[in-house]
């Protein structure tokens, strides 16, 4: 079964792309999409004005960074359905810095129960002290409601700032948060660090690694990168999420940002030129390939992998020679890809059927006095669709 076998059956067009290369809903798909209920969440906290709904607006909306200048305070949680458009699939939910758990209002166990990530955005070029405070406050209530959270502290804003003094920063915040959270008695609490900025990569490098850990299938997904790029002669190779240049992900090999911003510079010029010379709704098929070659005898290759995801690698002119084995292997990889994402729909459906079956079992059982209840919410916190 192909990938457009696939997409066809759960009702897309494999040759559309969104019209608005955003994350407008398509007419005819939003009412089969999963619940907005049991997508995974991203909750995005943080101190006022530390940057939280520019990280949001630049990565998923497109917005260009000067123009976050002119954003207004959050005044109440802004969810996001990062939906349809797109392989991944969860919601954003945008706080307002001033939110307060003390208050009745704030229904944690809501909130962090069906939470995924938890991103505290982080100003490097404030004081920090305030933020360590808070930020030590929201672990610990959200680790108490559900321990599966992953915590990822942006330390944001980090333009112009020298690299020494954003190293410095870095370990200063890493070491106060740790010491804070060991002192409450929760030393077994892993938190990942990332230094971003919206005025470059780092914004979409950081949510790349935040992303990648809601998918379960990265290990199968990764290794099939490995396999690709040994045998074919390829230094680099990302697996794009075009519509926002996540990368979902990559081979074993470091990632250094040059590599990274040279493949999403690539997908600009790819859906930019094709946008001018193909009708705007096909500007990313499955026809979609480019190469590119840069002066220093390295070249640019990218290949459609389904709908959404683009394969973009990066390797030395000689390795090209050999295009036909290259090719030969991403088609393999292409058809791997897609029995990777076959089970897991399979797996869904069971898991559905499931589902209903015990809600039919408990539904017609009689009713005893020491009856337990039932929760049929969904556990599943994976992102992709
Ligand atoms: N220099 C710099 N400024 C940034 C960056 N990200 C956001 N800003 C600026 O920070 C200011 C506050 O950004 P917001 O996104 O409104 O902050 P927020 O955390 O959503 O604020 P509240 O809604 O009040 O909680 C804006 O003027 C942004 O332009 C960044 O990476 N670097």
């Not at 066809?8 to 999963?34: C, I, L, N, R, W």
């Not at 049991?38 to 123009?67: A, Y």
């Not at 998918?215 to 199968?220: A, F, G, K, N």
Request: charged fraction near 25%; glycine fraction near 4%.
């Amino acid at each position: 079964m192909s990938y457009q076998d696939e997409e066809e059956q759960m009702g897309y067009h494999v040759d559309s792309f969104p019209k608005d290369f955003g994350y407008g809903a398509f007419e005819h798909e939003s009412d089969s999409q999963t619940s907005s209920e049991t997508k995974p969440r991203i909750l995005l906290m943080g101190l006022r004005r530390s940057g939280k709904s520019s990280i949001q607006k630049v990565v998923f909306h497109k917005m260009s960074p000067n123009e976050t200048l002119f954003l207004e305070s959050t005044s109440k949680i802004v969810k996001d359905d990062i939906n349809n458009s797109s392989f991944v699939q969860f919601q954003i939910w945008d706080f307002p810095g001033q939110i307060d758990f003390i208050d009745p209002n704030f229904d944690s166990d809501m909130i962090f129960g069906g939470c995924g990530a938890l991103v505290f955005v982080i100003d490097a070029k404030d004081d920090y002290n305030e933020a360590l405070t808070k930020f030590k406050n929201t672990v610990i209530k959200a680790y108490k409601v559900n321990p599966r959270i992953k915590f990822e502290v942006f330390i944001h804003k980090v333009d112009g700032i020298s690299d020494d003094s954003k190293i410095e920063c870095q370990r200063d915040i890493h070491q106060k948060a740790t010491d804070d959270l060991s002192d409450a008695g929760l030393n077994q609490i892993h938190l990942s660090f990332h230094l971003t900025s919206i005025y470059d990569h780092s914004i979409f490098e950081a949510f790349s690694k935040v992303v990648q850990k809601l998918i379960p299938q990265l290990p199968t997904l990764e290794n099939l990168l490995n396999i690709l790029i040994t045998n074919s002669g390829i230094e680099k190779a990302f697996l794009f999420d075009v519509v926002s240049k996540i990368y979902i992900a990559t081979d074993c090999t470091p990632v250094d940002m040059q590599s990274y911003e040279l493949c999403c510079d690539m997908i600009d010029v790819v859906i930019d030129l094709s946008s001018i010379y193909s009708s705007e709704e096909t500007a990313f098929d499955n026809q979609s390939s480019s190469l590119i070659k840069l002066n220093n005898s390295t070249i640019l290759y990218l290949r459609e992998v389904n709908k959404f995801l683009a394969l973009v690698c990066i390797l030395r002119e000689d390795n090209f020679n050999h295009q036909g084995v290259i090719d030969y292997n991403f088609l393999c990889f292409r058809e791997a890809i897609s029995q990777v994402f076959e089970l897991r729909l399979k797996n869904r459906k069971l898991e559905t059927l499931e589902e209903q079956d015990e809600e039919e079992e408990y539904k017609n059982a009689p009713i005893t006095n020491g009856g337990t209840s039932v929760n049929t919410e969904s556990t599943d916190n994976s992102i992709l669709a």
